[in-house]
């Protein structure tokens, strides 16, 4: 899920 | 999650606590720009409203509750806090808000990865904390004499940035398939304001002398 991937940063 | 990353986050967090300690301590606030305090409270609420149904790992959850927290409390003694208030520079800080929120809400209706409420307010915060430093470092211009925990924390935040940029690098290197353009451009223009500052940062750090800004 690409929009997951880039909200696994703070 | 990598050492970049991980380094980058603590010393995101280690520059939030110096500047609660100093005004702590001190019980002043002076040189510290409370539009960049609510601009970054308005990042991380914006960003991390997604903190009760979003679960990604402990470690996020933590320090998501522990940036809003201590920045809240920052706005609070810079607001409220009946000696603390009083330090406030209210006459040099006079960035407008609007001048950075409209353009990042007008940005972040154009630009985004999905149209809706949450994606529009989580890019809206990539936005804005590109640019929240602005009315911090306007004021630290106008204060000339810079005291040394006003510098640390503003060199902490900008090495905080720095080591993001080494974790893109690193995961792009090492992820098949990573990309985040839209971060990745704020990320960059983020830090990129520092840099002038770094300049006169390590320059004053060389010739041990006390931190001064040009005009």
Redesign the interface.
């Known amino acids: 899920n690409k ?8 | 999650m990598n050492l970049f990353r991980f380094a980058g986050d603590i010393l995101h967090l280690l520059s939030i606590l110096v500047l609660l300690l100093k005004i702590h301590a001190t019980k002043s606030c002076a040189g510290i720009s409370l539009k960049t305090q609510e601009l970054y409270l308005a990042v991380f609420i914006t960003r991390y409203l997604d903190l009760f149904w979003n679960f990604h790992s402990l470690y996020n959850s933590v320090f998501k509750v522990v940036y809003i927290g201590t920045t809240s409390m920052i706005v609070w003694y810079m607001r409220r806090h009946r000696n603390v208030k009083l330090t406030y520079d209210r006459d040099h800080d006079t960035f407008r808000y609007l001048f950075l929120v409209a353009p990042c809400a007008v940005l972040s209706l154009l630009i985004n990865a999905r149209y809706n409420l949450f994606e529009i307010l989580w890019t809206f915060s990539i936005y804005l904390e590109a640019v929240a430093i602005l009315p911090q470092l306007v004021l630290l211009q106008r204060t000339k004499n810079v005291d040394n925990l006003t510098g640390n924390y503003v060199f902490l935040l900008g090495l905080y940035r720095a080591f993001y940029i080494l974790n893109w690098v690193y995961r792009f290197a090492t992820e098949p398939g990573y990309s985040a353009w839209l971060v990745w451009i704020s990320g960059l223009i983020q830090t990129g304001l520092y840099l002038d500052f770094f300049y006169y940062y390590v320059q004053a750090w060389k010739q041990s002398k006390k931190l001064q800004l040009p005009s």
């Open positions: 929009s997951k991937k880039k909200k696994d940063e703070l």
